[in-house]
C-alpha cells in the first residue's frame, strides 16, 4: 500500500509538472510523448487513487492532464475519468480541485464530440471557480474559454462576445498571452459570422501580434491560418496565401 501511495504521489507532480508546459507550448511535444510513455502509470495512480489511495491527489492529476488527453485523442477517456472521480462525494470537499476536474470534463465532452455534456461541467466549473478569489481566476479564465467555444459552435454570438470579452479581461489580468488569445479568436469568429470584417481583421491581427512573442506554435498557427482564411473570403488571395503558408510551422 505504502508503494502505490509513493507511486500515486509520483504521478500527481509529474502530471502537474507537465500541465503548465503543454499550454505554454514550449517543448510541447516532448511532454507529450513523455507523459504517453507514462499514460499507463497514470492510469494506474487513478484507479488507485479511487480505490484506497488519497483521492485528492487523483483529482489533482485528472485536473492537469486534460491537455494531453485532448491532444493526443483521448477525450473521451479523459472525459470519463474525469466524471468517475465528480460521480464521489468526496469531491465537494475540494472545490479549487473539483472546479478543475469540471473544466476537464467539459473540455473533453466538447472535443469529443459530447456537445450537450458539455456545457453543465462548464457552467458549474465557472461558478465554483469565480467563489474562489484569486486562487480561482485562471481556472475561470479557462472554463469561459471552454464556455466560448462551444456557444460559437452553437452561433449564438452575443453570449460568445460576453464570454470572451470577460476571458480577455482576466488573461490580461494574468498575463497569460494563450488565454488573451483563445479570447481574441472567439471575438474574431463572432465578427465574422455577423460580416464584420474590419472588426475580425482587427482580432486576427491582435491575436497573432498577443501569442507571436510567446513561441505558442499551435496558437500561432491556429490565427495565421484563420486570418487567411478571411483574407480568402475576402478575395484577398495572394495575402491569403502569404498568411496560410506561414501557419505551416
Not at 500527481?12 to 517543448?27: I, K, V
Request: with cysteine; proline share 2%.
Amino acid at each position: 500500500m505504502q508503494t502505490r501511495q509513493r507511486h500515486l504521489c509520483y504521478f500527481m507532480h509529474f502530471a502537474e509538472e507537465a500541465e503548465p508546459r503543454l499550454w505554454s507550448g514550449q517543448d510541447e511535444t516532448e511532454w507529450l510523448d513523455r507523459i504517453e510513455c507514462e499514460h499507463d502509470n497514470l492510469r494506474a495512480a487513478l484507479d488507485w487513487a479511487l480505490g484506497g489511495g488519497e483521492f485528492l491527489l487523483g483529482m489533482r492529476i485528472v485536473g492537469a492532464l486534460w491537455d494531453f488527453w485532448m491532444d493526443r485523442g483521448y477525450a473521451r477517456e479523459g472525459q470519463v475519468q474525469a466524471e468517475r472521480f465528480l460521480a464521489r462525494p468526496e469531491a465537494a470537499a475540494e472545490p479549487f480541485a473539483r472546479a478543475r476536474v469540471l473544466y476537464t470534463a467539459g473540455t473533453l465532452a466538447f472535443y469529443g464530440g459530447c456537445f450537450a455534456v458539455a456545457p453543465p461541467f462548464l457552467a458549474e466549473s465557472i461558478a465554483l471557480s469565480s467563489q474562489l478569489g484569486t486562487e480561482g481566476k485562471r481556472i475561470l479564465a479557462l472554463a469561459l474559454i471552454g464556455r466560448g467555444h462551444v456557444l460559437l459552435s452553437l452561433e449564438e454570438l452575443d453570449a460568445v462576445e460576453m464570454t470572451a470579452i470577460e476571458s480577455l479581461r482576466l488573461g490580461q489580468e494574468l498575463h497569460d498571452v494563450l488565454i488573451q488569445g483563445h479570447a481574441l479568436l472567439q471575438l474574431a469568429g463572432v465578427a465574422r459570422l455577423r460580416g464584420e470584417d474590419t472588426s475580425a481583421r482587427q482580432y486576427f491581427l491582435d491575436c497573432i501580434e498577443c501569442v507571436k512573442p510567446n513561441g505558442a506554435t499551435g496558437m500561432y498557427a491556429t490565427a495565421l491560418f484563420n486570418y487567411g482564411r478571411l483574407l480568402y473570403e475576402q478575395s484577398d488571395f495572394a495575402a491569403a496565401h502569404a498568411y496560410v503558408t506561414r501557419s505551416l510551422i
